[in-house]
């Protein structure tokens, strides 16, 4: 069996913001495609084939959105893929996308996601619309929502933990001001832990700022195997490389209720720990906090990124909070999690989100992103994203070889 | 002036074009009112007996022949060994495993008003159950708290509002 190298050869964003009236998502996957390919190098006309990411296409009254973007960026009649995993969507993508190269059905591959969520829908209708991701014949007719889930996920983590609102906030803090060096992000903010503990209250114990907000935005990414890049691709002459060495997919029962306790229970996330456990077997490592140097991280929710933090093994259980006090995930720690912003500096479009943090570990590991948050001479980074309450999870791991 | 577009809610101008963007021409934006209303003639299915025995002020689980663990909410098949699985008549009564306060509820849900949610460890069920916990008064909504089913007296939307939970 060949075993190609993928190469993760570039990318582009859509700018992320609450509102997008200059264009519908296919107007933004076809900016973010036409910066990914400027990125790459890559004559659009040489690609292979298409993954198209995106989760609600009712919200954007667009459904077969895959087929209607791939005419867009003038890719027929080449195949093209949908892939869809609710806020996991692009992270499904990237791993679709993968498996095809890896298989030997593509050398070349445009990843290009988005979603329509920011202002221009109403986020009642939002929230209407992603409860029906959950448990709709039980929970969600009971007035089950995934804010409240979130939290009581949370409210059991703290109980078993001690984990704090002011470490909650913290995370609030951190990755809104990571976010304020990203144009692309729709939520840069310097704010304070008073500032989060103050904001409105959500869902007990959640509060306003501890929650991300839903933007509008698309990403792009080409992944190719190596030997396609050498023959199309500037950037794998011009560019530092960095390639695609391990992916992890996992899942959980949907309803919290149904998880076996004490563990998993409400405060793990075993969907995620499979992920994990996967792509780090794939990409040889063993000691995820020594051998990763960034991670963008699932933070929908700012407890969210802690439970996250613990299932993909960078610490025990329980000591995410500690840690994060400590600065081990702040710029300039030991192991910098969500220089990109996240969900909460970036706001999350579902589709586009797990895309835009591919990005971000491209730009670092090739020494791109702007001084304020750099990762100097990281060689190493890791992507996570899931959807439900981590029902589906999927971890990709991106190293740079020169 | 006649609206000649009886849907257009906005229009705006292209801003001043920025040096460099691509895309200067396509600058103006119409923003259209459109509305999409879907009704369903929704089957519960197999968990049909589950919400008709709600009418009944029964609980009823499902319990797997082949592992014995109790479902609930029912499950028709246990996702642990495939088995069919066998109704089973629960207690009225368990313990807050953890509840939570939301400031707010989904439209379904009626909109705007607070609601306490938790799931709760029903005597006899292997699984925990969401709902709505109501009439706390004095006590904590914290895990173990001991809880009873309460029934609705009146009409409601949807069987699961024929229940929620109260401290026993
Ligand atoms: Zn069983």
């Given at each position: 069996?060949?075993?190609p190298?993928?190469?993760?050869?570039g990318?582009?964003?859509?700018?992320?913001?609450?509102?997008?009236a200059?264009?519908t998502?296919?107007?933004?996957?076809?900016?973010?495609?036409?910066?990914?390919?400027?990125?790459?190098?890559?004559?659009?006309?040489?690609?292979?084939?298409?993954?198209?990411?995106?989760?609600?296409?009712?919200?954007?009254?667009?459904?077969?959105?895959g087929?209607?973007?791939?005419?867009?960026?003038?890719?027929?009649?080449?195949?093209?893929?949908?892939?869809?995993?609710?806020g996991?969507t692009?992270?499904?993508?990237?791993?679709?996308?993968?498996?095809?190269?890896?298989?030997?059905?593509?050398?070349s591959?445009?990843?290009?996601?988005?979603?329509?969520?920011?202002?221009?829908?109403?986020?009642?209708?939002?929230?209407?619309?992603?409860?029906?991701?959950?448990?709709?014949?039980?929970?969600?007719?009971?007035?089950?929502?995934?804010?409240?889930?979130?939290?009581?996920?949370?409210?059991?983590?703290?109980?078993?933990?001690g984990?704090?609102?002011e470490?909650?906030?913290?995370?609030?803090?951190k990755?809104?001001r990571?976010?304020l060096?990203?144009?692309?992000?729709?939520?840069?903010?310097?704010?304070?832990v008073?500032?989060?503990?103050?904001?409105?209250?959500?869902?007990?114990?959640?509060?306003?700022?501890?929650?991300?907000?839903?933007?509008?935005?698309?990403?792009?990414?080409?992944?190719?195997?190596?030997?396609?890049?050498?023959?199309?691709?500037?950037?794998?002459?011009?560019k530092?490389?960095v390639?695609?060495?391990?992916?992890?997919?996992?899942?959980?029962r949907?309803?919290?209720?149904?998880r076996?306790?004490?563990?998993?229970?409400?405060?793990?996330?075993?969907?995620?720990r499979?992920?994990?456990?996967?792509?780090y077997?794939m990409?040889?490592?063993e000691?995820?906090?020594?051998?990763?140097?960034?991670?963008?991280?699932?933070?929908?929710?700012?407890?969210?990124?802690?439970?996250?933090?613990?299932?993909?093994?960078?610490?025990?259980?329980?000591e995410?909070?500690?840690?994060?006090?400590?600065?081990?995930?702040?710029?300039?720690?030991?192991?910098?999690?969500?220089?990109?912003?996240?969900?909460?500096g970036?706001?999350?479009?579902?589709?586009?989100?797990?895309?835009?943090?591919?990005?971000?570990?491209?730009?670092?590991?090739?020494?791109?992103?702007?001084?304020?948050?750099?990762?100097?001479?990281?060689?190493?980074?890791?992507?996570?994203?899931?959807?439900?309450?981590?029902?589906?999870?999927?971890?990709?791991?991106?190293d740079?070889?020169? | 002036?006649?609206?000649?577009?009886?849907?257009k809610?906005e229009a705006?101008?292209?801003?001043?074009?920025d040096?460099g963007?691509?895309f200067?021409?396509?600058?103006?934006?119409?923003?259209?009112d459109?509305?999409?209303?879907?009704?369903?003639?929704h089957?519960?299915?197999?968990?049909?007996r589950?919400?008709l025995?709600?009418?009944?002020?029964?609980?009823?689980?499902?319990?797997?022949?082949?592992?014995g663990?109790?479902?609930?909410?029912?499950?028709?098949v246990?996702?642990?060994?495939?088995?069919?699985?066998?109704?089973?008549?629960?207690a009225?009564?368990?313990?807050l495993?953890?509840?939570?306060?939301?400031?707010?509820?989904?439209?379904?849900?009626?909109?705007?008003?607070?609601l306490?949610?938790?799931?709760?460890?029903?005597?006899?069920?292997?699984?925990?159950?969401?709902?709505?916990i109501?009439?706390?008064?004095?006590?904590?909504?914290?895990?173990?708290?001991?809880?009873?089913?309460?029934?609705?007296?009146?009409?409601?939307?949807h069987p699961?509002?024929?229940?929620?939970?109260?401290?026993?």
């Open positions: 069996m060949p075993d190298d993928i190469v993760l050869l990318g582009g964003i859509s700018r992320f913001a609450r509102e997008r200059d264009g998502p296919v107007d933004w996957m076809t900016e973010a495609t036409r910066d990914a390919l400027a990125d790459a190098g890559v004559d659009h006309g040489d690609l292979d084939m298409s993954v198209v990411s995106y989760e609600s296409e009712i919200l954007a009254r667009q459904v077969t959105m087929q209607v973007v791939q005419d867009a960026l003038g890719l027929c009649p080449k195949p093209s893929v949908r892939v869809e995993a609710g996991g692009a992270g499904a993508a990237l791993r679709t996308a993968f498996a095809y190269l890896k298989g030997g059905l593509a050398g591959v445009l990843v290009v996601g988005a979603e329509a969520v920011g202002r221009l829908v109403s986020s009642a209708t939002v929230r209407e619309v992603y409860a029906l991701s959950g448990d709709v014949e039980f929970e969600m007719a009971a007035g089950g929502f995934f804010m409240a889930y979130y939290a009581l996920m949370m409210k059991e983590h703290m109980r078993l933990y984990t704090t609102e470490q909650m906030a913290l995370v609030s803090v990755n809104h990571n976010a060096s990203n144009p692309m992000a729709a939520m840069p903010m310097s704010i304070t008073q500032d989060v503990l103050e904001s409105p209250p959500v869902v007990a114990p959640y509060k306003r700022l501890d929650c991300s907000v839903l933007a509008d935005g698309a990403a792009a990414v080409i992944l190719a195997t190596a030997d396609w890049a050498a023959a199309h691709a500037s950037a794998w002459r011009d530092p490389r390639f695609m060495t391990g992916s992890g997919c996992g899942t959980e949907v309803r919290l209720g149904d076996p306790r004490p563990d998993p229970g409400f405060a793990h996330m075993r969907a995620k499979e992920a994990a456990r996967k792509a077997a990409a040889g490592i000691d995820p906090r020594a051998e990763i140097d960034l991670a963008e991280v699932a933070d929908a929710y700012t407890g969210a990124e802690l439970q996250s933090i613990e299932a993909l093994g960078f610490c025990a259980p329980g995410s909070g500690p840690l994060l006090e400590q600065g081990v995930f702040d710029l300039g720690g030991a192991l910098p999690v969500n220089t990109s912003g996240g969900l909460l970036m706001g999350g479009p579902p589709g586009a989100i797990g895309l835009a943090q591919a990005i971000e570990v491209l730009r670092q590991l090739r020494g791109e992103c702007p001084a304020e948050r750099r990762v100097p001479g990281a060689r190493r980074g890791l992507t996570d994203i899931h959807g439900g309450t981590a029902s589906y999870a999927v971890v990709s791991i991106f740079r070889r020169d | 002036m006649t609206e000649l577009v009886k849907r809610l705006r101008p292209a801003p001043e074009p040096p963007d691509p200067a021409a396509f600058r103006e934006v119409e923003i259209l459109m509305q999409m209303a879907f009704g369903f003639r089957s519960l299915g197999k968990l049909s589950f919400f025995a709600l009418e009944e002020r029964k609980l009823l689980g499902t319990v797997c022949p082949t592992c663990k109790v479902w609930l909410p029912p499950r028709p246990c996702p642990d060994d495939l088995a069919v699985t066998e109704w089973r008549e629960l009225q009564r368990g313990r495993a953890v509840g939570s306060l939301s400031a707010y509820s989904l439209k379904t849900a009626g909109g705007d008003r607070q306490m949610l938790g799931y709760v460890e029903v005597e006899g069920a292997s699984t925990l159950i969401l709902q709505q109501r009439n706390l008064g004095a006590h904590a909504l914290e895990p173990g708290l001991p809880l009873k089913i309460v029934w609705s007296e009146e009409a409601v939307e699961m509002e024929l229940f929620w939970f109260e401290p026993a």
